[in-house]
């Protein structure tokens, strides 16, 4: 017995070293991966952002710099330089920025926000910071006014008075103008809030305020008193000087203008209304409110080439708003009038502000305007004010992504080389738009970044009105490369008749990009699109497939006496108009064997239109309708995405059938997959058929029926094949969407030796499904035999839905999705590459195995709670990990970050980004981020690779973000400079007579009236506090710059000295050599002087 006990033994250790001898020879397991990530690798950082200011508030302008400033209601501040230079920094608050004022020519600005701080900014470094902060207390701040080349800071109050604030130490002067002080002793009651500072032109010791009522105070600042004072009948808006300082401009709440002098108080010396029309009762109409008004001067015969017709020395009047009442005045408006001439630009949304751009920063000199800034609710315009009918300048900033509200988003970092060259070659940014300025656009500040991204980023952007626009994202710029029409494609929808149906019936809400192939998958709410990419133009017909996802649940289902057979799982006969057969699945046979289906699959015809008839389980036909119909008939489509098939869901007796939630295309099997709330459909898009079509519970068979417990083991031996408790009953099941969808070559069942084309599917409760794709042999067998699709009863589970999927091969390196290869346009090529869509029906082997058991791929899955690696084909779980108890995962992906180096990166609903390493799922990050405080960051917010993410942070912007280490050390050199060192403009000469008789500016010491010597300021007025930028940076960058300049001046001064020495030598050098020659030829000339002729 002991002999025979050995024997055993040793057959037993001989099997063992034969398994690991077999083993040995085999690729590297789960624990012998070199993983190359570290945390120290991971960074979150916000790159750049792109687009409109959302709801944007206040704007200026730098007219020595040349550049924009705007800032918007929730406290962003956005800087505009040249094209492809574009900052964005916020105020840390969500506060509305009022008002902004730039220290021209500085390298800062001053803004004043709703919760009454005013912010000092330094943007001579590349991230813009706050110096200084003041925080107001007892007075809200109103308006603000800072002069050229000054320090001190006017500050109006709802109170009615006026405060100076010291720019430098950011602290509030003893000087106060009070209200009581400055307003009529005559008058009785309180003027308003100051909506107006500005100093006069010509004497800038003279302060004029402009008061809520319409009173305009002319101050007196040495004398701390009143010059003058006038009173408008009207409550007042906005006043602007006439560079002669002479005279000023008032615009007021029943849209007239008035003009005042200065030294004449009383009556204005003008009043116009502008737009007022006569009445049928003979009184003018009445108008809306100038909000402001602009009095610009021009120099006598400077523009005389663009005023054609007009005296050159009329000055511009330029004012926004203004119009009658009547429903011709309902537009908003910019109204630019000189001499007897008035020009009415109408614009397409609400104006919020407008500034002139002028040749020159000096209030007292011609302004010489030649551009209007103009900033819109949703737009940004600029108009040319040197040309003839003043054309726009075509915007070159990224600024219409809103141009359709934006409802998807894919971003592709490191994508194909040749796809955007591809792009702009098909796009319409190739043609020059007609009808703008073919000036250069003026705003014309900073400069590009030292260094750039080595790879190509594109953006693809789906829309409510079924556009979809490419994007060149590289590096820190964005620029639209094509744009693609979708509702073209589909007849114009009636009224809405359809329960459920979408406000926006176009609206794109998925993408899917094959970038090899250059496949195009599109989603709306119940249709899905496949656009194929041709650089010729095409007259097609596009086919369209009526889809039916829909299942019948029966009352006595429940009960335990009924035996019930096994649900279909297979799609009955289907054929199309050209005789080819259909798919059947596995066990289409056993399904027709049953006499009374428990869920009853649709028995689909596809006709000669591409629509399928359906019936229930009782023989009657239901009702079916789409919410599109695509228009019939052959039609021309020009160079770009050309249709190739449309898939419409159908209502059956007016019930919504569930929005598509998944969408997935293989250009290799020449399938289109895609899921709704209900189930999952499998189109053929070379044969333009319908696979199959079913309700999410019908995937699970043959497993339906199982009575096994579900295995969870912590070791992660096995998953459940079954069914969990949850999913118990049928009713549960039906609410079961469909949520990612993954084509890969992978094992489909525990002990495959081979990989094989398969579709791994994701569900809403956490079911992963493998169904397996029986293709059929390449060529013509591909056109015309059926594609058989069947479950491979391989089920896994995990908490939550499933969010993403994503393969391995043994050594940790992503599996790249199969393609038919690259792209190739030619007939011949396209009809070769349709009859090779599809791989062999011979099983592939796996990039990374060898036909052992043993070998293996890692599946990667994660849900909204967990994310688990799964060893293939062994099906055994060797790493998890708990990403969330009290949150969810909005966005997973398992993406590249340098090299063959993945990563699994989550952003989860509580703001969180987290990253980890593959396969062993060890965290490398945990950032508190970007808190889920809206719904269109989920929608929006996706992963790509080298580390970058992107999401829609407002409707009308688009924010990039990075999780690389490397690439936010990089960051710096690849943003653009904002200031650069330029010279101040020499103040405008004032001629003999002016100084003679005192006509010119007078000078003013506002350091000895606002300095110490006027006193403190009231006691817990006002509160400073220092920002992160420090006055210290400010001033060391100014000395450095100052220093700098000096420095280049005395070498420049020394070089001009060198050579000045070097022509004097020279000259003196020329002038002794000229003497010489003199003495020569005098002596020659002595010398044969007195000969004869003969005699030479």
Known sequence: ????????????????????????????????????????????????????????????????????????????????????????????????????????????????????????????????????????????????????????????????????????????????????????????????????????????????????????????????????????????????????????????????????????????????????????????????????????????????????????????????????????????????????????????????????????????????????????????????????????????????????????????????????????????????????SEKRWPIKGGEWGASTCSYPEIVVTGHADGTVKFWDASAVTLQVLYKLKTAKLFEKPKNRVLEGQEDDPFAIYMIYLDQESRLLTLAGATHVMLFKFSKSEATLEVPSLDVSIVYEVFDDLDSPELDYPKPSLGVASQHNHSGSMGSHSSNASDSAKQSKPSLSVLSQQQKSGGSMGSYSSDGTRPEQMTALRVRPGSRKYPAGYHPDVVCLLTWTDNEHPGNVTSICTNSNYGLLAFGNESGLAIVDIVQKSCLLNLGTPDLYDPCVCSDEKPVDKNDGSSFSRSRSSSMSSLENVSREAIQCLVFTDSYTRKFDNFTSPCLWVGTSLGSVLVIVLNLPPSGDQRLTQPVIVSPSGTIFRLKGPIQCMSFLDCNGVIIPTLTSGAWRDSARDEMKNSKLQSTPQKLKLSPSSSTEVTDRQFAIICSEKQARVVSLPSQTCPYKARISENSFVVKADVVNLRGDSVCLACYVANGHIMVYSLPSLKLLLDIDFLPLSDLRVARTFCFSNIGHAMYMCSPTELQKITYSAEFCDNLSEMLGELFLPMETPEPPKQGFFKNLFGGGPSMLDREELFGESSGKSARGLATRVPGSGGIQGLQSQTQATVAGEVSRARQLLSERGEKLSGVSERTEEMAMQAEAYSNTAHQIMLKYKDKKWYQF
């Open 1 to 436: 017995m002991a002999g025979k006990m050995a024997k055993k033994f040793n057959i037993r250790g001989m099997f063992d070293g034969l398994r690991q001898s077999v083993s040995s020879s085999s690729p590297k397991s789960e624990s012998d991966i070199e993983e190359t990530i570290r945390s120290e690798d991971i960074q979150v950082a916000k790159t750049v952002r792109h687009g409109f200011p959302y709801q944007p508030t206040a704007m200026a302008f730098d007219s020595v710099q040349h550049i924009l400033a705007i800032g918007t209601k929730s406290g962003s501040l956005r800087i505009f330089g040249q094209p492809g230079v574009d900052l964005h920094c916020h105020h840390g608050a969500d506060v509305s920025v009022l008002q902004i004022l730039f220290l021209v020519n500085e390298g800062a600005l001053v803004t004043f926000c709703s919760d009454d701080n005013i912010h000092l900014w330094n943007y001579r470094q590349k991230r813009p910071e706050i110096v200084h902060s003041l925080k107001f207390q007892r007075e809200r701040i109103t308006c603000c006014h800072l002069s050229f080349q000054s320090k001190w800071l006017y500050v109006g109050t709802d109170k009615g008075n006026v405060h100076v604030v010291n720019i430098e130490s950011f602290s509030l002067s003893g000087y106060v103008i009070m209200w009581n002080k400055a307003i009529s002793l005559s008058r009785k009651t309180h003027p308003g809030p100051v909506l107006h500072l500005s100093d006069c032109p010509l004497d800038p010791s003279k302060l004029l305020i402009g008061f809520e009522c319409g009173a305009i105070i002319f101050w007196d600042l040495k004398n701390k008193s009143a010059d003058c004072r006038h009173q408008a009948a009207e409550p007042l808006r906005s006043i602007s000087w006439h560079s002669e300082g002479k005279q000023f401009m008032s615009s007021h709440s029943d849209g007239s203008l008035l003009t005042w002098n200065v030294k004449t108080p009383g009556k204005p010396a003008s009043i116009i209304t502008p737009h007022a029309k006569p009445g049928k009762d003979g009184k003018t109409e009445q108008c809306k409110p100038i909000t402001k008004v602009e009095w610009k001067s021009v120099r006598n015969g400077l523009l005389r080439s663009f005023w054609h017709g007009l005296r050159s020395s009329d000055p511009l009047v330029i004012f926004s708003g203004g119009m009658s009442y009547d429903r011709a005045g309902r537009t908003p408006c910019i109204t630019v009038m000189t001499g007897k001439t008035t020009t009415v630009l109408e614009m397409e949304h609400t104006v919020i502000d407008f500034v002139v751009m002028c040749e020159t920063p000096w209030q007292n000199d011609f302004q010489d305007p030649y551009a209007i800034v103009v900033l819109l609710q949703n737009d940004l315009v600029v108009i040319d004010l040197t040309s003839p009918g003043y054309p726009c300048f075509e915007n070159p900033y990224p600024m219409d992504i809103h141009e359709s509200p934006v409802t998807a988003c894919q971003y592709f970092a490191d994508c194909q080389t040749d796809l955007i060259p591809a792009l702009y070659s098909v796009g319409s940014s190739k043609q020059k738009r007609s009808g703008f």
